[in-house]
């Protein structure tokens, strides 16, 4: 048996090529840079270095009374708006001992669910697209054009909307709304096919997902890592389902938690597919029930100045990206002492210097879209 080699330099076999992936790299959502080691086409180490984008949120919140909070807490996840701002109203109201009224609590379930539908067409369109396929983007746009418009009519904004308040939500239902809001559902639904087929059911997206960047279920536990990411390795929890806030102890006949074991970027995707999917269906049970529910007040009256009694409370909710927490401390005040934000991105992109390592390079970009993070969501 002869063994030759060829075409090695000098000291090649001993030297690792250190690469840097952005700050500023188009297929990062945002500004995140990863500094890989390299053996050849080999990832030996990743390490993400954030911090790029940080706001400081958390400071600027001690800084801001619990209705200026809001603008504040709906931004950090730009893709999931009223999902950040329904944590914060949350912990206020928990810490209050105030019960928001029955109109508000099916309201904010179904915005909630329709921000989750927003959250993962973004998703849907944009990972095929970092793989080639330009395709999807544009229908993920038209889907989520349809459904903004509703969500703009009812809030006035598209990506910020600034509905929810201390007690309840903003202001109740446009005449015609919730008639508008099922014609929107409607047309997204009968509209999935194109990621059922055109992307998931198509072979050279297939082939460049399936057993790529297999994330464990140990892997999982040990990053806190949350949502459709967690469920695709097999972590079956959601909060929805385990610990039920808002309307969704009277939905569980609807909600399904989708999980997969294989833990690879097709699995990530399947998940995200199939919960959005499960997200429309219990948008059109949240306008059900609305129909029934009587006339009624969509808020709480409150003080000119609003103070949290002392103590602390914590309110956790399933964002569309993974758990979403706010840790608040009280000390009788106006403003909030302490303000703690645990985002899913942040736990969720820890994974990949586990995640990435003995990968190619080549995969590197279709492991790191299937991450499915917003930056903002990061650097808090």
């Known amino acids: 048996m002869t063994e030759t080699t060829v075409g090695i330099g000098g000291a090649a076999e001993s030297t690792d090529m250190v690469l840097n992936i952005g700050p500023q790299h188009p297929s990062t959502h945002g500004v995140l840079r990863l500094r890989l080691v390299l053996d050849g086409e ?13 706001r400081g949120a958390e400071k600027l919140f001690e800084a801001r009374d619990y209705r200026q909070i809001v603008m504040l807490a709906n931004r950090h996840d730009w893709l999931s708006a009223f999902s950040n701002e329904l944590g914060v109203v949350m912990a206020v109201e928990r810490m209050l001992g105030m019960e928001v009224p029955e109109r ?4 904010r379930t179904l915005l909630a669910e329709l921000n989750r539908v927003l959250n993962h067409l973004m998703f849907l369109g944009s990972y095929p697209l970092e793989l080639g396929g330009i395709t999807p983007i544009f229908h993920a746009f ?12 009812i809030s006035g904004g598209r990506m910020h909307y600034m509905f929810n308040r201390v007690g309840g939500l903003k202001e109740d239902l446009p005449a015609g709304w919730l008639g508008r809001a099922r ?4 047309a997204c639904r009968t509209r999935m096919d194109v990621y059922d087929k055109l992307v998931h059911g198509n072979e050279i997206f297939r082939a460049r997902t399936r057993g790529v960047g297999v994330l464990s279920a140990e892997a999982v536990h040990a990053y806190g890592v949350s949502g459709p990411i967690a469920r695709a390795s097999g972590v079956d929890f959601d909060l929805r389902r385990d610990e039920p806030y808002l309307a969704y102890g009277e939905l569980q006949d609807v909600l399904k938690v989708v999980t997969r074991s294989e833990g690879d970027c097709l699995a990530r995707f399947e998940v995200l597919l199939d919960q959005t999917h499960n997200a429309l269906d219990l948008a059109v049970a949240c306008l059900d029930r609305m129909a029934e529910l009587p006339p009624g007040p969509i808020n709480q009256r409150l003080p000119k100045v ?3 009694p002392e103590g602390e409370t914590y309110a956790w909710t399933e964002n569309p990206l993974g ?8 000390k009788g005040e106006k403003t909030p002492y302490r303000l703690k934000l645990r985002s899913a991105s942040y736990n969720n992109i820890q994974a990949l210097a586990v995640l990435l390592p003995g990968q190619l390079v080549a995969d590197m970009v279709a492991i ?10 990061i650097d808090k």
Not at 104 to 107: D, G, L, P, S, T
Not at 142 to 153: C, I, N, S
Not at 368 to 377: H, I, K
Request: charged share 20%; glycine share 8%.
């Open 42 to 54: 080999r990832i030996v180490s990743a390490e993400p270095v954030v911090g790029y984008m940080h």
């Open 104 to 107: 508000a609590v099916w309201m």
């Open 142 to 153: 038209r889907e989520r054009e349809d459904l903004q418009a509703v969500m703009e009519e």
């Open 183 to 186: 014609a929107a559902i409607d």
């Open 306 to 308: 609003l103070k949290a």
């Open 323 to 330: 758990i979403n927490g706010y840790y608040l401390v009280s």
């Open 368 to 377: 790191l879209g299937s991450l499915f993070f917003v930056v903002g969501d």
